[in-house]
């Protein structure tokens, strides 16, 4: 089970850390994912990492403000979101694949957490 946090209602330029939690499961295993899907879009990527943590992909709306990172010791991966603005108003879902390494398609994961709200106000 993926349990994502942190989300909340922040303002344009502001921070937010996002956070999942795997329990029941060892991800220390699996690649990682951040995505996102806004009203009316459809869901996009927003940061993946290997199994490892040495290697991460960001989608170029995010690149340079956000970054993912994990903590296999604690089951966890975080993602850290800088300078927000409206546009990143989301619901954020953390997803986990039993591939190794970078995986940026959604069709690539295996399970999925609950979403979290993020609102930016301008």
């Known amino acids: 089970r993926l349990v994502a946090s942190g989300g909340g209602l922040v303002q344009t330029g502001e921070s937010l850390r996002l956070s999942c939690a795997a329990s029941?499961?060892?991800?220390?295993?699996?690649?990682m994912g951040w995505f996102r899907q806004a009203p009316g879009k459809e869901r996009e990527i927003t940061a993946a990492?290997?199994?490892?943590?040495?290697?991460?992909y960001y989608g170029d709306s995010v690149k340079g403000r956000f970054t993912i990172s994990r903590e296999n010791a604690k089951n966890l991966v975080t993602l850290q979101m800088n300078d927000l603005n409206p546009e990143d108003t989301a619901v954020y879902s953390c997803?986990?694949?039993?591939?190794?390494?970078?995986?940026?398609?959604?069709?690539?994961?295996?399970?999925w957490g609950q979403g979290t709200q993020v609102t930016v106000s301008s």
């Open positions: 997803a986990a694949s039993r591939q190794l390494d970078v995986v940026t398609s959604s069709n690539g994961y295996n399970y």
């Open positions: 029941g499961r060892n991800i220390n295993t699996y690649a």
């Open positions: 990492i290997n199994w490892s943590g040495e290697r991460v």
